[in-house]
């Protein structure tokens, strides 16, 4: 049925990540499962294609799945992985449509999902990293090129301190790191529910004397996500900061962090900032953090570098984003800072969907005239999403329906623009 490359059915992988998933796994065969998938189609029409189909294999992309799918492949024997991007991601603070530098593959549960045992979670509950020096000195050696070269999951050649917008420190000052308040870490990994403006509140109150500085998640910002809570309602509590500045460069002179299941979180920890955190992410219950959602299953107490060693060095798996090669985390690295020192050389090295152009025949119908729907249907888009959405429908019409995840709205989609877009 198919070549000797594994078949690999994938769940939710949007048209722009399946270039880069192709390019990544030269020696899978890609099989897309339509989006939204519910048990009913699961079960009429794919339930026994991937049963009958020999050395075959389950990709997921977060958590969006026909319910019967674990079990289905635990009966059947079929090995599942649960993707998400690394901790370790690009070289731009909005990472949109740009192939990622790590992935993390696990077969348990997305690693952000607390409510039951992943990978991630099993490696660090029963691993023996102290017998490991190399393994150790590596973990070492790799927090420190993040703290010296100012690397963060996604970066920016951004130059803009902490003082540069706030001013000298005069007084004891708390880091709150913001979310995208409908972001899946947080559904995931919160046992109730929880806004930036709560993690606001509660750092005042528990920090009375200090300065309390909020960095929004510069999605949010932008317009690009929506926000839940609204920054101007905690302003009289804090330092709002609106301009978009490079995570690791707010944390100088921070004396406390607080978080929600943030990855920022665990970035303050690398530096030796006390933490409190409120979900329960990858890095809380270890021992580490001032947990406010304990994690029962978490018995063993670990160090910064052990929870690192886990989390960049053994869990992911890195590549070269242009020719999808295996790479190792300090390939990865080396390869952000030189896009980090010279961001102008390399900022048209992704366009992996350039925007349409004219043609009077072909996805764009008899003398173009799908042009002039941006006039009507943007406007539609904007009040029904955010700014993201905008942007991505104006950059590329077609694979913009493409990639929702609605059934009804990708029919509107055919319906205006009844071509698949160019490969």
Not at 93 to 116: C, I, K, V
Not at 244 to 267: C, H, M, P, Q, R
Not at 362 to 374: D, N, Q, T, V
Request: glycine share 6%.
């Amino acid at each position: 049925m198919f070549s000797e490359r594994i078949a690999t059915f994938s769940l939710h992988i949007t048209g722009w990540k399946r270039r880069v998933f192709e390019r990544f796994f030269p020696d899978r065969e890609f099989i897309y499962l339509p989006f939204g998938l519910e048990n009913e189609a699961f079960e009429a029409d794919w339930r026994e294609r991937i049963a009958q189909t020999d050395n075959c294999e389950i990709f997921v992309w977060g958590t969006r799945y026909p319910p019967a799918l674990p079990a289905f492949s635990k009966e059947n024997h079929l090995p599942i992985y649960f993707i998400e991007d690394g901790f370790l991601r690009s070289n731009s603070p909005n990472a949109a449509r740009t192939p990622p530098l790590s992935l993390a593959f696990d077969r348990q549960r997305p690693y952000f999902d607390s409510r039951g045992p992943s990978d991630l979670e099993v490696l660090l509950e029963t691993g023996d990293f102290n017998s490991d020096v190399v393994l150790m000195d590596r973990a070492r050696q790799g927090i420190q090129m993040l703290i010296e070269g100012g690397l963060s999951k996604y970066n920016s050649a951004n130059p803009t301190k902490l003082e540069d917008l706030v001013g000298r420190k005069t007084r004891p000052r708390i880091l709150v790191i913001g979310q995208v308040e409908d972001d899946a870490s947080i559904a995931y990994g919160c046992d109730r529910p929880i806004t930036n403006n709560d993690l606001v509140r509660l750092a005042a109150e528990e920090n009375p004397d200090a300065e309390i500085i909020y960095k929004p998640h510069p999605d949010v910002l932008s317009g690009m996500r929506p926000a839940q809570s609204n920054p101007a309602d905690v302003e009289h509590l804090c330092h709002v900061m609106r301009v978009s500045v490079s995570l690791a460069n707010t944390f100088d002179d921070i004396d406390k962090a607080y978080a929600i299941t943030s990855l920022g979180g665990f970035e303050a920890l690398l530096r030796g900032i006390p933490l409190v955190v409120l979900g329960c992410p990858f890095y809380a219950s270890w021992g580490l953090t001032d947990d406010r959602q304990p994690n029962p299953r978490r018995t063993r107490k670990r160090t910064v570098e052990e929870v690192f060693a886990a989390a960049y060095l053994l869990y992911p798996a890195y590549f070269d984003p242009a020719s999808g090669a295996r790479i190792s985390f300090e390939q990865a690295v080396e390869w952000l800072k030189v896009r980090l020192e010279d961001p102008n050389a390399y900022k048209d090295e992704f366009v992996e969907f350039p925007p349409p152009k004219w043609a009077p025949w072909g996805p764009y119908g008899l003398l173009g005239w799908r042009f002039i729907l941006p006039f009507f249907v943007t406007p539609i888009v904007k009040r029904r999403g955010s700014e993201k959405d905008v942007r991505e429908y104006r950059e590329n019409p077609i694979r913009y329906f493409r990639d929702l995840t609605s059934p009804n709205l990708r029919l509107i989609g055919r319906l205006l623009y009844p071509f698949d877009p160019p490969r």
